[in-house]
């Protein structure tokens, strides 16, 4: 059974640092993995989506990789932000499956 | 596009009652999804379906909870009886599933159900 986890459970930085969210996942045989962001009483928001024949995206101040052979990803966010101040999710569709396994997230939290 | 649209967005009801929580999928997706997030357990998948029948529904955890899909733009999820374990955010997501394609899932804003 794919399991995701996800260090740190909770991360607290000043603004303008940049910063790196780890995932993991247990079983290499994925299809894509997606990062996402949840705000406080809010729904999710997809972030980044990377297939499993990438690895890397791009999207503004920020970089997901991927390295489905260690099962690990991670989320790097440059220039930290205030509004940055959010849960993040990592996610991964296991191949042959339409569902997604999700870590329990990382709490992020910038101060200005 | 309005997104995935959830109702409501709040409820509270007493134990013993019936919760009936409805879903409008992104039009065009044919991929529905019913996830149910705790801080225990953080977001779990329930149930899902593909063009309007349920594939896998093993989340699903207890008879007392239903899922339908009567039609590509609406679906429910009923609780009955509805119990204080029950309370947790229930999120509705959707997906388009061209072969070939990223299915990306894209979630409504969820609705929070409290059971007293």
């Known amino acids: 059974k794919q399991e995701v986890t996800q260090i740190p459970a909770a991360l607290s930085v000043p603004e303008g640092e940049n910063l790196v969210l780890n995932c993991s996942f247990t079983?290499?045989?994925?299809?894509?993995l997606q990062w996402f962001r949840q705000d406080p009483g809010k729904g999710l928001t997809s972030l980044l989506l990377?297939?499993?024949?990438?690895r890397e995206q791009t999207s503004g101040r920020l970089n997901a990789s991927l390295d489905k052979s260690s099962g690990r990803s991670t989320l790097y966010i440059a220039a930290s932000q205030p509004g940055d101040s959010a849960t993040y999710l990592c996610?991964?569709?296991?191949?042959?499956?339409?569902?997604?396994?999700f870590g329990k997230g990382t709490m992020l939290l910038v101060s200005p | 596009d309005a997104g995935v649209i959830q109702s409501p967005r709040h409820e509270v009801t007493e134990m013993g009652q019936e919760v009936t929580l409805r879903c409008k999928p992104i039009?065009?997706?044919?991929?529905l999804f019913w996830y149910r997030q705790t801080m225990m357990r953080g977001l779990e998948l329930l149930i899902y379906?593909?063009?309007?029948?349920?594939?896998?529904d093993s989340g699903m955890p207890e008879d007392r909870f239903s899922a339908k899909m009567p039609n590509a733009s609406f679906s429910t999820l009923k609780i009955q009886p509805s119990e204080p374990r029950d309370s947790a955010v229930y999120f509705c997501?959707?997906?388009?599933?061209?072969?070939?394609?990223?299915?990306?899932?894209?979630f409504g804003p969820g609705t929070r159900l409290t059971v007293t």
């Open positions: 997501a959707s997906s388009p599933a061209v072969a070939g394609g990223l299915y990306e899932q894209y």
């Open positions: 079983d290499s045989a994925i299809y894509n």
């Open positions: 990377i297939q499993s024949s990438q």
């Open positions: 996610a991964v569709r296991p191949q042959g499956y339409s569902t997604l396994t």
């Open positions: 039009s065009g997706h044919n991929s």
């Open positions: 379906f593909n063009n309007n029948v349920p594939i896998d």
